[in-house]
């Protein structure tokens, strides 16, 4: 099947709302698609790994190595979905091991798990993507949600630094980070569920969802892959609700 397929696909977060979108909506007939969450994906490879724990990179890291060493397809994309808000509430009230989780998924894993892909990368003459989804989070204040922002901010920061190293290189890996705007997964249902002494603009979510204001994960999943058949320069920092997807809009969610 490997020597097979023309295209790999690997999604982080693939077990649930937009990176199960992502899985689902792979253009490509006959790609292999392996998705990398704690739950399982309906129907698809999929690898357990817990990624606030090394470990998950780790194994993470080794299925990378392992599936792109010598892949002789057209097209490698890796989409990391893989995100939490949990705990929503203020630092310094929190419980601290489920920040120190929080902090763990969404700063560092997309770091070491975008190294260990651009690593992975070199075994293979295939173009390789890299698409990290962001969040408007990473430059509104949204009190509550401290550590979901602040990775969310060093994901496009790294996106931005990593894109112009692969472009010294030869642009043969792109990478991109893409906020998706408000869409209807469980991630949304626990933001409408919180107290408003955790998350003050609790109501503004509540009324957006009212409102019919949500996007649904396979429209927002179909758009972020019309992105990657666009050109646009690496490291771009894209907002699906921005005209023309580009740049990131200065507002967020
Ligand atoms: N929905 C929105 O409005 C919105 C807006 C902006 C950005 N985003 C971003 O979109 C991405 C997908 O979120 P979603 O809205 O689709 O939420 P979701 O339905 O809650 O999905 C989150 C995914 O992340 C995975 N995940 C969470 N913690 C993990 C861990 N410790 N190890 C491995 N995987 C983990 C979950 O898998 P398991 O639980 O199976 O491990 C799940 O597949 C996130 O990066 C989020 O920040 C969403």
């Not at 990391?80 to 120190?100: K, N, S």
């Not at 469980?186 to 919180?194: D, G, K, L, T, V």
């Not at 927002?220 to 490291?235: E, K, S």
């Amino acid at each position: 099947m490997r020597d097979e397929a023309r295209h790999l696909v690997f999604v982080s977060g693939g077990s649930s709302g937009i990176g199960a979108a992502l899985a689902r909506a792979v253009p490509w007939k006959g790609a292999r698609v392996l998705t990398l969450s704690r739950r399982p994906a309906a129907g698809l490879e999929h690898l357990a790994v817990d990624l606030a724990e090394p470990a998950g990179w780790e194994a993470a890291a080794k299925a990378f190595a392992r599936e792109m060493a010598g892949f002789a397809g057209e097209r490698v994309v890796f989409f990391h979905a893989a995100g939490t808000l949990t705990p929503i509430g203020f630092a310094g009230e929190v419980d601290p091991a489920a920040y120190r989780r929080n902090v763990l998924v969404n700063s560092a894993a997309p770091q070491v798990l975008g190294d260990a892909f651009l690593r992975a990368a070199h075994s293979t003459r295939a173009r390789c993507d890299l698409v990290f989804i962001s969040s408007g989070a990473a430059h509104s204040i949204y009190e509550g949600w401290t550590s979901y922002a602040a990775g969310k901010a060093a994901v496009d920061q790294w996106t931005r630094t990593a894109g112009a190293e692969q472009a010294r290189r030869g642009g043969r890996c792109r990478v991109v980070a893409v906020a998706p705007g408000v869409v209807a997964t469980a991630m949304q249902e626990e933001i409408r569920r919180s107290p408003a002494r955790d998350f003050p603009q609790v109501l503004r979510f509540i009324e957006l969802h009212k409102t019919g204001a949500l996007r649904e994960p396979d429209e927002a999943a179909r758009d972020i892959w019309a992105l990657l058949a666009r050109d646009f320069p690496n490291g771009a920092v894209l907002d699906l609700r921005a005209p023309e997807g580009l740049p990131a809009s200065p507002q967020g969610s």
